[in-house]
């Protein structure tokens, strides 16, 4: 979502203050992008280790692109609904795990 917000092509209407403040400033929300990037590949790597970590890095990175192309122009889910699916998701893992 940080990434994209920099894009000029896609814009929504119901940004608030935080998204808007990091589309005026591109390089925050490329670097925010970028952070939580860097933090999800190390989890992914201290889990998983090193090779499977960054090819699960990558798969997840694809993932997270493409479920975001195909969900968020026609307003399926918002920010609420994204998280409550990341917790159901979280809550399936650690329940069945």
Request: overall charge positive; proline content about 2%.
């Amino acid at each position: 979502m940080f990434w994209m917000n920099t894009s000029t092509r896609i814009s929504w209407p119901d940004k608030n203050s935080a998204m808007v403040f990091m589309a005026a400033n591109k390089w925050y929300s490329r670097v925010a992008a970028g952070v939580l990037f860097l933090i999800a590949t190390m989890l992914c790597i201290t889990l998983l280790g090193v090779g499977s970590g960054l090819f699960a890095a990558i798969v997840i990175l694809m993932m997270v692109g493409s479920v975001s192309v195909l969900f968020f122009p026609f307003g399926y889910f918002g920010s609420a609904g994204v998280a409550i699916l990341y917790l159901c998701a979280v809550t399936l893992e650690l329940v069945i795990h």
